[in-house]
């Protein structure tokens, strides 16, 4: 008997750690939905188009008394939700850690962006201050629930499993997209027949998104469980000095720190195509919001057949080897972009299907790695850090894209600036050891990495 159950424990942890991987997928599931539909495509150009209802002759609007051209006014508000973000992140990670109770954490953040998201249905006529409030919210809301979400991987997944479950949760991400993308699409094009008009039927799309979000949180705030940590008092401070401390311990781990920050270069890069590819389709290209909301539909679909497709080039080649070829494919992909004629949607569509074959394995692989360069038991507070890399420099390609277009006028020299960013990123990434890294970090290495 005791070989009997020497055997089922084995197996009923396996059942269990499947439990919980199946339960973490469904927030990819449940907030992915706002990236894509709210982030990617209704709310740039529709707040844009907000902002210049609101726009003085001169096509200028005067946030705090600053001048913004219009047309900036999207990215900028992207960029000052970013640096939200970095102030909030690591408060999460250091209370994650510290109090052990990931999910009341996680489902704050996760409501408060829903309730957002939701109240982005007021959003018309000329308040295009209410919108960028609603954004700044939201947008850093998702940021704070990915520093708790991402912190399950290692508790949930053995080194040899993270490869295919990170990728597995991005797939998920990418499928509720493309669902909710389709009935958007379905929407928009017959709001007439709906009797909706077409800013109704904009303002109902957004708000779908935060119910989605909230309604589908309920699976992983039921599946996952935390680990048995004493609670104890996080003072706001703490955070602050939390990350502080995960700064000084890096240093003493420089490849883990390094990957960090080639991480940062290019993440900002691909943040920004996401967030900017939208405004630049529908201002530069004159391209129409049915055939961006297709466009953006293909990249989920595929970019669910490149996640997964990636994992498995990962588990031939290695993550850092696929990651490279990766950020290759988005310079080429995004030069591209620059010449790409107007009103042509036949080229947008190819150029779409180009990201969406790159953009989920890029981002699943590189959680993945990073997994396997922290240190046992300090997971939340460095998926802290890996979030600040994800976010964290995300404020500067929106800024770099804004000041361009305020500067030039021009959303082609905006979208070409972005390059810099893969090419660095690529550059600062081929030079990490990363086997090295994960023996540094006290971490087994896999069979291939």
Known sequence: MGTDTLRSQPAAEAAERRREQRGWYFYDWACSVYSTSVLTVFLGPYLTSVAKSAADPDGFVHPLGIPVRAGSFFA????????????????????????????????????????????????????????????IVANSSVAVSMVVYNSYLPQIAPPQERDAVSSRGWAFGYAAGSLVLVLNLILFTAHDSF???ES??????????????????????????????????????????????????????????SFLFAYLIYNDGIQTVISQASVYGSEELGLSQSTLITAVLMVQVLAVAGALGMGRLARTYGAKRTILGSLIAWTVTLAAGYFLPAGAPVW????????GLVLGGSQALSRSLFSHLVPPGKEAEYFSAYEMSDRGMSWLGPLLFGVTYQLTGSYRDAIISLVVFFVVGFVLLARVPVARAISDA??????RI
Do not use: H
Request: some cysteine; charged content about 15%.
């Open 348 to 355: 947008f569509f190819v150029l779409a299907a180009g990201i």
């Open 195 to 197: 009797g909706l008009s």
């Open 76 to 135: 900028y508000t992207v960029s000052a939700s970013v640096i939200v973000s970095i102030l909030v992140m690591p408060l999460a990670g250091a209370a994650a850690d510290r109090t052990g109770r990931k999910k009341p954490l996680l489902a704050l953040a996760a409501y408060v962006g829903a309730t957002a998201t939701t109240a982005l249905f007021f959003l018309d006529g000329d308040r295009y201050l209410l919108g960028g409030f609603l954004l």
């Open 200 to 257: 109704m039927a904009v303002r109902i799309c957004l708000a779908s998104a935060g119910i989605w979000w909230g309604a589908f949180t309920l699976v992983p705030l039921k599946r996952l469980r935390d680990r048995g940590r004493a609670p104890s008092e996080v003072p706001t401070a703490q955070g602050w000095r939390q990350l502080a401390a995960t700064v000084r311990d890096m240093r003493g781990k420089p490849l883990t720190l």
């Open 442 to 447: 006290g971490n087994p290495l896999p069979e």
